[in-house]
């Protein structure tokens, strides 16, 4: 009964944590990608500024040379009738690995993602949506490993 008592407890600690982590980011830079041809060109201006807000916000740093990049992406799958939109938030930088060589490469330390099903119509505020989710994400993420 111990056994399976610890092996529940164990599975549940595992599961909360994540696989990414924000330990130590105390400056990064802005930098979007937008692959999404009928997107108004506002709901990219209005991201950037929510993503320095909330980098901001988070005590980070931004436009600070050799940062971290925190990269926002609009991507999209043609559909017939509706826009099939993938928004992506991540976190990329240089690390030293663990190699006898120990090389620098460029490396994604969080990402997180959402897909969504969007009509003409609501595409500008559906993508907007998605970007207050994934940086609420970000901002859950980053104060979690502060602790």
């Known amino acids: ?3 399976i008592l610890l092996v529940c407890l164990s599975s549940v600690y595992l599961l909360s944590a994540g ?4 330990t130590g980011v105390t ?3 802005i930098y979007i990608v937008n692959e999404i041809p009928f997107l108004d060109p506002k709901v ?3 991201t950037k500024e929510k993503m320095r807000a909330t980098l901001l916000k988070n005590g980070i740093k931004t436009d600070q040379q050799d940062s971290p990049t925190l990269m926002m992406t609009f991507k999209e799958i043609e559909g017939e009738d509706n826009h099939y ?3 992506e938030l991540a976190l990329g930088e240089d690390a ?3 190699r006898d060589n120990k090389a620098t490469v460029f490396v994604i ?7 969504l099903e969007l009509d003409s119509e609501e595409l500008d505020s559906g993508i907007s949506e998605s970007v207050d989710f994934v ?8 104060e979690d490993d502060k602790d």
Do not use: H, P
């Open 1 to 3: 009964m111990k056994i």
């Open 109 to 115: 330390s969080y990402l997180v993602s959402e897909f």
């Open 19 to 22: 696989f990414w982590t924000l």
């Open 135 to 142: 940086l609420s994400e970000f901002s859950e993420q980053y």
């Open 27 to 29: 400056k990064a830079n």
């Open 44 to 46: 990219v201006v209005q």
């Open 96 to 98: 030293q690995t663990l």
């Open 85 to 87: 939109v993938y928004v």
